[in-house]
């Protein structure tokens, strides 16, 4: 059994883990903890909305005695001792009272135990109750001579898993910032979302094809923009062909996917770029699976006024209509289309949706459920952040 960790907006990692695994595979464990009926998947890199993946080893009685001669077994178990090498340890609390004190605690009782057979041990320090990313990353802890060992406090059990994969911020923040163009008018769409994007638009296809593979998909992204989509479905082994209004971002896209083609072996795979108007443009049949963010509307650092952003979402309205109009005549039946749309945040936690959310049905399409979370709370935003992102799963009707 595998259960997946997820970030600050469980729902759009519920909704990812839905579309790609099947919600016959998973149950909600708690708010941000899901089982995965698994043992293992083909690829976890490209979950963008999970933080880490943990296979489950034991389930225990609430305060074991001894956690630290079990958990010191289970290292010993996974990691055979080896002369001349120092392994890196790690200890991860979930839904637990204990302090970070009291883990590190743990952890070097772990540490004695190990020593006193033979293991030359470096422990992590906790400074919160779980490691972050970057200390995971940076110290190795999913790498061979390291470990990461996770303990679940819930009611009833105790459960201890080890991490088997952790979401590498340092990947996605070299793929972010080092891009030669960015464009922060159009919006810096993190690749993490991105990938989840694409995630719901390809549902269980996106563990499929690899570099290596033959058969590819070819993802559509009608608003590439600087092209983080297209970058994202590239690396996951698609297809893909990219069009904008402004011939600048194509220009842009070029030059960061061939930035990207220097990183990654991309021979194979086809990628297509156009000018185009989303609302009118013709493009090259059959359309699978369309992903990306649409236009979202002016940037907005401060409350509009109300006869404003009336105006603003009228406007915004008009074109994802014609969009998907244009687009409905040209996708096949089969299609799936994923899309992040602008919601606007008028008080902490309340939107304002685009009103053709209530049209889906006479443009030709239906929006998908999913099984554990409401679709109305596929919303993408920080703290403070008026122009929102809402995720949008489409199919035609
Ligand atoms: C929010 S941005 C997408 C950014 C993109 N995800 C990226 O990686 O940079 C929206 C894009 O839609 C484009 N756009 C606006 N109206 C359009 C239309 N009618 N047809 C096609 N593209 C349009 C803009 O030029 C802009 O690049």
Redesign the pocket.
Known sequence: MLLAILGRQPNIGIAELESVIGAEHLSIFSNNLVLINKDSLADYDRFGSVIKFVKILQDLEPQPKNLAQKVADIVIDDLPLQEGVKIKFGLSFYQSKLRPSQINSIGLSVKKILKNNSYSVRVVPNNTQSLSSAQIIHNKLTSPNGIEIVIIEQKNQIIIAKTIHEQNIEAYSARDQARPMR?AR??M?PPKLAQTIINLATGPLSLEPNPKSEIRHTILD????????LQEALIMGFNVYG????AR?IEYSQANLDWLKNKYNFDKQQLNLNV????QHNWPQPIDIVA?????GRPLSSQPRPADLTDIIQGVNT?HKK?LTNIRKQISSGAQLCLAIPAWQTKPGQFEHLPMLHQLKDLGFKRQDFKYTDTNKLIYYREGQIVARELLVLKPI
């Open positions: 464009d159009v919006g769409l009608p608003f590439c923009g600087t092209g983080v989509v069009s904008d209004l402004e971002m185009g108007d989303a609302c990306g963010e649409t236009y979202l074109l969009f």
